[in-house]
Antibody, heavy 120, light 110 residues
């Protein structure tokens, strides 16, 4: 059974760097074709894809946020970490991590999400 | 502005049928599989349809998906009040090498 859970600060100040961890079970990020993505959703707004990391360490980023995002994986810990620099109030959102079906292009399992508020 | 275009809202009466459209381009929907996600109020998105028209285990056959050219459609028959949710389409954009979502459609079952 695949599960994912996001963790990190619930409140960050403007200009600070956000670090979120996705801890998963039921699959390995060393298995060929596997990927984990991050998606966020501002309150009352649509889903926005942020980043994706594959088993072979290939990484993809949203073009509009690319300069602020870094995604990494720790295969031994079954974790994926997303770092976002220079946080602003517009980055207030629920952040989700999700499992990308191996060798496919859809997210079949999602974490519960974690709400991050950016405020001084 | 989302790469994939969905109507902001749709509505229908219980028991009726509704369709939700998702319009894209040749670089995304036109050349890649489309998936659909249901987000019930206050919960995380859930996979509803994948590879254009396939349903994961546990998804009732009231939900269906189709694709034609650069557009995709989600269909829901026998509407229930429990279907009230936001629905999102998504796919890969081969030109941008990024994942893209639609802007979401809020379904109201009157």
């Amino acid at each position: 059974q695949i599960t994912l859970k996001e963790s990190g600060p619930t409140l960050v100040k403007p200009t600070q760097t956000l670090s979120l961890t996705c801890t998963f079970s039921g699959f390995s990020l060393s298995t060929s074709g596997v990927g984990v993505g991050w998606i966020r959703q501002p309150p009352g707004k649509a889903l926005e894809w942020l980043a994706l990391i594959y088993w072979d360490d290939d990484k993809r980023y949203s073009p509009s946020l690319k300069t602020r995002l870094t995604i990494t994986k720790d295969t031994s810990k079954n974790q994926v970490v997303l770092t976002m620099t220079n946080m602003d109030s517009v980055d207030t959102a629920t952040y989700y991590c999700a499992h990308l079906r191996p060798n496919d292009i859809f997210f079949d399992y999602w974490g519960q999400g974690t709400l991050v508020t950016v405020s001084s | 502005q989302s790469v994939l275009t969905q109507p902001p809202s749709v509505s229908a009466a219980p028991g009726q049928k509704v369709t939700i459209s998702c319009s894209g381009s040749s670089s995304n929907i036109g050349n890649n599989y489309v998936s659909w996600y249901q987000q019930l109020p206050g919960t995380a998105p859930k996979l509803l349809i994948y590879e254009n028209n396939k349903r994961p285990s546990g998804i009732p056959d009231r939900f269906s998906g189709s694709k034609s050219g650069t557009s995709a459609t989600l269909g829901i028959t026998g509407l229930q009040t429990g279907d009230e949710a936001d629905y999102y389409c998504g796919t890969w954009d081969s030109s941008l090498s990024v994942w893209v979502f639609g802007g979401g459609t809020k379904l109201t079952v009157l």
